[in-house]
């Protein structure tokens, strides 16, 4: 059986899987899903080829769909904070979290032109599901597929987001061209979904910080791993670049969703949100004015607290949270997922040809390597 932590459930290898060296200490499938509760799903939808038809396809995208506490429960809230690092993008939900400091739903990750479809699935999903009051404030987060899909032929509709949302599961989760990633370029090679996870010791207990990320950003001359810049150095097609497109490079927009079972206040939560730029930054972004850059980041812990009820009979509520001071382990597990996140999208990926011929090309491995082994970047042994 291959190893989670550095292989996909198909044998792959992830981006440990290379021998890149990471720091930090990852949990046993080395995911969002390692934090206690916390399911994931996909709906995927990949059809047709050859020139754009309006409305007909070709067709390459999805839904991501990140329960919080699972199916089972999946109105309880959750301590929650948010942070843009740049606007250019879409992500429902945010005013109610920043009034209350609560995430109270799923969170669904898809193309920009799908956000409405998916608001309603997890509306259609959640009423179906009986929640305990009558309004709901779907989390529905964006990037532009726009490259390779019929981005505007409104392929994604609700029951796709519903079936994301009934097919989340814990454990070891796929990467790369599934889900709201399926049709997402990232530093001008094929991206998309990643996760990466690290445990955290405070005092007595050991607690887990995830990250998932939707990787459609960067230009390929930008692109930093294990702190060399290997973009440039790397001898592969750039189609993006080399032939023109709608964009500039840099151009996409990156979703980040930040989990961790360990207790902390909504504003803890926040502060774990701004950390995200510091960990995509290791991969060389410049955070592009035309990349929607939206974080969001949860705690799983303090069930029952941070309710928001019409008729209530509590008095008070308590929330036990790590003290401000004790803190800083958690932001440095933050950087080191979402550094590792990101280059699982890139690693555990193929080349992909969409709309009008559109090409997205595959991070080359033996490229990637040879250009870090001319860095003196020491490598571990490849795993598989």
């Known amino acids: 059986m291959p190893a989670p932590a550095s292989s996909t459930v198909d044998g792959r290898p992830r981006a440990r899987g290379l021998g890149i060296p990471f720091a930090g200490r990852p949990g046993p499938v080395n995911a969002i899903t390692d934090v206690t509760g916390v399911e994931v799903g996909y709906t995927t939808l990949v059809h047709g080829e ?9 067709v390459r995208s999805g839904v991501t769909a990140i329960l919080p506490r699972g199916r089972s429960k999946p109105a309880q809230p959750c301590a929650a904070g948010w942070f843009a690092l740049n606007g ?23 193309n920009t032109h799908a956000v409405g479809p998916c608001h309603q699935g997890a509306i259609d999903w959640m009423v179906g599901r009986g929640p305990a009051r009558g309004w709901l404030m779907p989390v529905v987060a964006e990037t532009f597929d726009g490259y390779l899909n ?13 079936s994301a949302l009934e097919s989340a599961a814990g454990g070891p989760i796929a990467e790369g061209s599934v889900g709201g990633g399926t049709g997402m370029n990232c530093y001008g090679f094929k991206g998309g979904s990643g996760t990466a996870s690290r445990l955290v010791r405070h005092g007595a207990d050991e607690y887990a ?16 791993v294990a702190g060399r810049p290997v973009g440039l150095r790397i001898a ?7 032939r023109g497109w709608l964009a500039p490079p840099g151009a996409g927009s990156v979703i980040v969703v930040v989990a961790t079972d360990a207790p902390l206040l909504p504003g803890q939560c926040k502060a774990l949100a701004r950390r995200v730029p510091l960990g995509l930054g290791r991969t060389g972004t410049i955070g ?7 974080f969001l980041a949860f705690s799983t812990a303090n069930e ?6 019409f008729d209530s009979d509590r008095t008070y509520e308590t929330l036990r949270f790590v003290p401000w001071g004790g803190i800083n382990p958690f932001y440095e597990a933050v950087i080191q997922c979402v550094e590792e996140a990101v280059l699982n999208a890139l690693v555990v990926n193929e080349t992909m040809v969409g709309r009008d011929g559109h090409r997205s090309p595959a991070l080359p491995h033996d490229e990637l390597l040879r250009c870090l082994r ?9 795993t598989s």
Not at 150 to 162: F, S
Not at 236 to 242: I, S, T
Not at 304 to 309: D, I, K, P, R, V
Request: aromatic share 4%.
């Open 50 to 58: 050859g020139p754009l038809r309006s409305g007909e396809g070709p």
């Open 88 to 110: 250019n993008g879409e992500m429902t939900g945010t005013s109610w979290i920043e009034e209350v400091g609560a995430l109270t739903t799923p969170v669904l990750i898809t």
């Open 150 to 162: 019929d981005i505007n032929g409104g392929h994604v509709r609700a029951e796709h987001a519903v």
């Open 209 to 224: 910080v995830g990250a998932f990320v939707q990787a459609n950003f960067g230009a390929r001359r930008h692109l930093t």
């Open 236 to 242: 592969a097609e750039n189609p993006m670049e080399d």
């Open 288 to 294: 592009s004015h035309f990349s929607g850059d939206l």
């Open 304 to 309: 029952g607290a941070l309710t928001s009820e």
């Open 374 to 382: 001319e860095g003196n970047v020491e490598l571990g042994e490849p």
